[in-house]
């Protein structure tokens, strides 16, 4: 229990400009009209922000934190009860697998829209038209 | 069973997050699969049309 909604705190900064990171990708996005101009800013500003992941990670061992020492991502045993931990893990495993499966279905969506005047697009789906018209007739 | 949905006093905090994240899971899912199915609907009736033009 940290006692206090909002600290400038290491950790609870360097989460805020991690979302302020999100942010300016989605706001860059949407404010470049030109596709091929978006994807670049935006994956410049993606990779540039990556610099932010260890910082995050690293936050509390290199300055004083309320936040605990690592708990999880270390080389000693966890230090967290281990009925606590096999649900934690568990939960991890399945947020990590539902974002993959989100991903991969807004990949799709993305490849659709941009693809949709190349002919595999159009055997892709015409394909499977035609076999699901079969079914019914 | 009205000590454990207590949450030692935390009950605000515990089950506000509990109903944030089941509402924004479900969302994503939900509207990510819509927008999949519109999309190839979409690409598909331009497909069609196209043809019939042709």
Do not use: C
């Amino acid at each position: 229990m940290w006692g206090t909604y909002w600290e400038w705190d290491p950790r609870l900064t360097s989460e805020l400009i991690l979302l302020f990171l999100f942010l300016g990708y989605i706001f860059l996005r949407q404010a470049l009209g030109e596709t091929r101009q978006a994807d670049r800013a935006s994956g410049i500003l993606a990779i540039v922000g990556i610099i932010n992941l260890p910082i995050i990670h690293y936050s509390v061992e290199w300055w004083t934190s309320i936040h605990q020492g690592p708990s999880l991502m270390k080389l000693e045993a966890p230090s967290i009860a281990t009925d606590m931990l096999w649900p934690l893990l568990v939960m991890i495993l399945g947020y990590k697998l539902l974002f993959l499966a989100v991903l991969m279905s807004s990949t799709r969506i993305e490849v659709l829209q941009r693809e949709k005047n190349s002919r595999w697009v159009s055997e892709q789906l015409g394909a499977k038209t035609v076999s699901q018209q079969g079914g019914v007739a | 069973m009205s000590e454990f949905f207590a949450m030692g006093g935390y009950a605000k905090y515990v089950w506000s997050s509990y109903t944030i994240s089941i509402v924004v899971l479900v969302l994503m899912v939900v509207l990510t699969k819509r927008a999949l199915r519109n999309t190839r609907e979409q690409v598909l009736r331009r497909q069609q049309s196209q043809r019939e033009m042709q």
